[in-house]
Each structure stands twice: as C-alpha cells, then as structure tokens.
C-alpha cells in the first residue's frame, strides 16, 4: 500500500509531471487501483446561491463585480427555492449538493441562513458542501453545527503565480480559513484552477502546496479555466489536454486517498479525453447542466459516458452521514428568529 506522504518536495512533483505520458498515467492508475474503486465516480451538483457581485478581483472570475461579464448581482436565494434544486439534484442522482456563494466572506447575519439551507438539504439524506469564501472560526463552527460535511476553499495556484490573479486577499488568508475548516471538524475540499498561463513548475507548485497541507484535502477539485468574456483571463493561450491529464495523475499520486474531482471545464472536454481523466486517476465531477454561472454537461450525456465506461455512481457512506433531525429542527428555527 503506498504511504501517505507529506513531505513531497516541489521538484518530486515536477518530476512526476515530466515523466513519459504513459508511465506517469500508468503509476497514477496504479495508486488509484490500490486506494479506490477504479470504476466508481463520485457526484456532486453545484448551486449558486448567492451570485455575483462579488466584490474580490480573481482574474478567472466572471462573479466579479468589477468585470463587465453579463453575470447579475442577485441576493441570497430562499431556503425553499435551495431545497427544490437539492431534491432536483438528488432525484437525477446526485449524492452531494454544492451550495456557492459569491462573497469575499460570510456576514455573520447570513450564517444562520445558511445553516438553515444546510440543514434542510442533510435531511435528503445528501451530503453538503459549502463554499462562501474566507471563514472565521466561529463561523467554520456554525457550519459544521449546522450539520455541513464538506467546506470547499481552494488555493487556486502556486503561491508565486497567486499574486498575478488575485489582490484583494493573500495566500495565507486562504490558508487561515483552511486551518478554521479543519479545526471545526469539517471535511476539507481544496484544489485549484489550470490553464491560466501558468508554467508547469507553476502547476507543480500548486500540487505540492496542496500535498503539504496538515492534511490531505479530502477532495481535491482540478478546474480548467472556463474563458468568460470580460475576464482578465479571457483569451488566455488554452492548455494542452494532455498537461491536465498530467495534472490530474501527479494529483493521484501525491495525494493517494484524496478524492480528485474533474472540475469546472468538463463542458470543453471531448468524452475520450475525460476518460483519461478518470484513468489518471479522477474520481469525482460537478454533475448537472450548471456550475455556478456557467454551463456543464447535460446529465444524459455523463449518465451514457458512464455506461459507456462501465463506471458507477459512488453512493452515499450512510454511517458517516447520519442525518439528525434535531439538527434540521434547530437551524430552521434559528432561521425563522
Ligand atoms: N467566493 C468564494 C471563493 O472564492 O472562495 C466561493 C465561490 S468561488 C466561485 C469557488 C471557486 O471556483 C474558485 O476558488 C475557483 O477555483 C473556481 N472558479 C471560479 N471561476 C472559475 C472559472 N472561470 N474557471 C474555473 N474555475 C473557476
Ligand atoms: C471548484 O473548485 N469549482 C467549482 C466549485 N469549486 C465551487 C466552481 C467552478 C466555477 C466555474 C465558473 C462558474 O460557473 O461560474
Ligand atoms: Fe468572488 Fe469567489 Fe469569484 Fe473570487 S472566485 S471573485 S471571491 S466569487
């Protein structure tokens, strides 16, 4: 069984980048074989809860409110309109809901909101997911109070190529709401984003950050850049398919037992080159027609490449997903005071 490593230095990684394209899929196959089912994918559908008019500058970002994307500033979504898509999500399958929002951070009034849309979409029997931006430890407490399992923050990209992308907040901010996620007991989703004009040394940087973490994120999303108009990022040189497959591989074996998510970027993907993704090692998707703001596969389509690839849908780990009904009680409660 290969051992979890968290000394990974960034040269080992880019070594690993470099290798012949076959032998690092080959490897990367190997260690998904010995810590995973390799033909069970794990699903997840996003919601945006909160869109747009988001006061940050990621240069990716189409929620940005200084960009000129088309995307509307929208309030808070109410909890029954959350609970339809959940039901939605579930019904076509489904198995984790998603709910984004585009803040900078959390106002401590929306919390219990929140929390109240948490509660009602555990009593699906879903897992949730939750990603609002930078958390405060009372807040990262709330959440998980509320019944949240998973927190998405994501680093983005290598410390150094950071600060080309994003001015209004550090790295280490991000690593401070990391270090408030794991202290409340949430689960941790982390990754980053490739294709933005990123060298591979930079990419390497971005997984090595990763992969020293205290711990290995429990799900490591790998987006490629979806290009909106308006963005800075727009019209970026496309990365080569191949060096995202390369990506998602030297994932896989970095972080051995982490679930390593296809991300946003599917909807660009031919079908052959997502199954290199999944032999390089991905085992989880965004699943359903929407990410936040912009489009993904239709659900027919990934239900027939699933059968086309003979993969199923990961089910739901019931004993670590109990779902109490106290809990629900308590945050509608504290949503409607
Ligand atoms: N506002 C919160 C934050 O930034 O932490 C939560 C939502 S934000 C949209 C979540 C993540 O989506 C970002 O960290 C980024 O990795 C990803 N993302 C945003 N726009 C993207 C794009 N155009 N292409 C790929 N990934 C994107
Ligand atoms: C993540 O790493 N990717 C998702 C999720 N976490 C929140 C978001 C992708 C967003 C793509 C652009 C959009 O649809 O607005
Ligand atoms: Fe705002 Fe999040 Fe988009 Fe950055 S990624 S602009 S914080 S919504």
Request: glycine fraction near 8%.
């Amino acid at each position: 069984m290969t051992a979890l490593r968290h000394d990974w230095t960034r040269a080992e990684i880019l070594a690993l980048l470099e290798l012949p394209f076959a032998d690092l899929v080959a490897r990367a196959q190997g260690v998904h074989r010995e810590h995973h089912d390799p033909n069970a994918v794990q699903v997840s559908t996003l919601l945006s809860i909160k869109t747009g008019g988001c006061p940050e500058d990621c240069a990716y970002c189409p929620q940005a409110a200084r960009y000129a994307t088309g995307v509307e500033a929208e309030k808070l979504m109410d909890l029954d309109a959350v609970l339809a898509k959940a039901q939605a999500a579930k019904a076509a399958g489904a198995t984790r809901f998603c709910m984004g929002a585009a803040w900078r951070s959390p106002k401590d009034r929306d919390i219990p909101k929140v929390a109240a849309m948490i509660g009602a979409v555990k009593a699906l029997g879903m897992e949730t997911c939750a990603t609002l931006g930078m958390l405060s430890e009372p807040q990262a407490h709330a959440l998980k109070h509320a019944g949240l399992d998973y927190y998405n923050h994501n680093l983005d990209s290598a410390p150094e190529f950071y600060t080309e992308i994003i001015h209004t907040r550090e790295y280490q901010d991000r690593l401070d709401t990391l270090g408030h996620v794991r202290d409340a007991g949430l689960k941790i989703c982390c990754g980053g984003i490739v294709g933005m004009g990123e060298s591979r040394e930079q990419r390497a940087g971005l997984l090595h950050a990763l992969a020293t973490l205290p711990a290995h994120p429990d799900s490591v999303p790998i987006n490629r850049l979806v290009q909106v108009a308006g963005t800075p990022l727009a019209g970026t040189r496309a990365l080569d398919p191949f060096e995202f497959v390369r990506t998602i591989a030297a994932a896989r074996i970095a972080m051995p037992k982490s679930m390593v998510r296809l991300s946003a970027g599917r909807a660009e993907m031919s079908d052959e080159l997502q199954a290199l993704c999944f032999l390089a090692g991905a085992n989880s998707i965004f699943y359903g027609e929407k990410l936040l703001t912009t489009g993904n596969p239709d659900v027919e389509h990934d239900q027939a490449l699933f059968a086309r690839l003979g993969i199923h849908a990961l089910e739901v780990d019931v004993e670590s997903n109990t779902v109490h009904a106290d809990i629900v009680e308590r945050c509608a409660a504290e949503a409607a005071a």
